[in-house]
């Protein structure tokens, strides 16, 4: 079993950067492919980005690509999803979830789901 938690959410200010962090308990986070997703209020959840277990390959949503960044580090059994120039439209509960088959970018394909962090973004 695999229990993920989210941090680095918060308020901040349109153009502004964060980055969340996503610590996995467990021993097969390496194994893992790992994604994000968002979910603001009213709408349905949605993929953000994704990562292969090693790092190797990275898939973004259009909406974000060019501004978001997901990297992993197995050692520290943590996923980072760096946020740059944000916008209003971004604002949403951010989650992280883990997959333990493939690398799919479907929400019904992953196996483990944080608790999500709020991340607010004023205009």
């Known amino acids: 079993q695999v229990q993920l938690v989210e941090s680095g959410g918060g308020l901040v200010q349109a153009g502004d950067s964060v980055r969340l962090s996503c610590a996995a308990s467990?021993?097969?986070?390496?194994?893992?492919?790992m994604g994000w997703f968002r979910q603001a209020p009213g709408k349905e959840r949605e993929f953000v980005a994704a990562?292969?277990?090693?790092?190797?390959?990275?898939y973004y949503a259009a909406s974000v690509k060019g501004r978001f960044i997901i990297s992993r580090d197995n050692a520290k059994n943590t996923v980072y999803l760096q946020m740059n120039s944000l916008k209003p439209e971004d604002t949403a509960v951010y989650y992280c979830?883990?997959?333990?088959?493939?690398?799919?970018?479907?929400?019904?394909?992953?196996?483990?789901w944080g608790m999500g962090t709020q991340v607010t973004v004023s205009s």
């Open positions: 979830a883990g997959q333990a088959r493939g690398n799919s970018r479907q929400r019904k394909d992953y196996d483990y």
């Open positions: 467990g021993r097969t986070f390496g194994s893992l492919a």
């Open positions: 990562i292969t277990w090693n790092g190797g390959e990275t």
